[in-house]
């Protein structure tokens, strides 16, 4: 009886037509693979790519085509230091720790717990920033883990901007995003 069960349910598995399986932000969650070799179980990788995203642009791609998902930007600014920061941290959505509700509550020392989370600062002279935001891409809107470090040069600053997203399951349009992150940076900058 046991093996008559087994036997279906994996006649049901491998059964599975091409078109008929599911994509839910790009993800195919009808789609089975071997736990232990990887390999698929009831599609066929070469007919039908497994995970499939929307452009920039709104036309579906497999998601090789959207390029990296992480990525950073360096600017020059003739801003100084701690206005950047203030700006960029406007701007961008990153906290400091006065941004919590109560620093001394147990939700706002998870939150500041969380490994997206930094805030190091040396007013004057140098800023490094971590936290979660978000960047609309092509109409979606999706959520990313940033960095930032603002640090003094001359008069002015220099900022190194880093992003990747925060789940990895939804994929975007890399270049979109970098494009658009850069333009958010360079008109908090302004």
């Known amino acids: 009886m046991k093996r008559v069960l087994i036997a279906a349910g994996l006649l049901a598995l491998t059964g599975c037509a091409a078109q008929d399986h599911y994509y839910s932000q790009g ?38 085509n959207l390029g990296s998902q992480r990525g950073s930007v360096d600017i020059d600014s003739p801003v100084d230091v701690d206005t950047a920061y203030a700006r ?12 919590f509700e109560s620093p001394e509550s147990t939700t706002a020392k998870m939150q500041m717990g969380d490994v997206a989370w930094k805030h190091d600062r040396t007013p004057g002279a140098y800023y490094n920033l971590g936290d979660y935001g978000r960047q609309t891409v092509g109409g979606t809107r999706y959520s990313i883990l940033q960095r930032v470090q603002i640090e003094k040069s001359g008069s002015g600053s220099r900022i190194h901007y880093s992003w990747a997203p925060a789940d990895k399951r939804i994929p975007y349009d890399g270049a979109a995003m970098e494009s658009a992150l850069t333009q958010r940076l360079n008109a908090a900058l302004q």
């Open 27 to 64: 993800v195919c969650v009808t789609c089975i693979n071997n736990p232990l070799t990887g390999e698929p179980v009831n599609y066929d990788p070469n007919e039908t790519p497994q995970r499939v995203a929307t452009n920039a642009q709104g036309e579906t791609v497999d998601v090789s």
């Open 88 to 99: 960029i941290k406007s701007s961008m959505g990153f906290r400091s720790p006065n941004d």
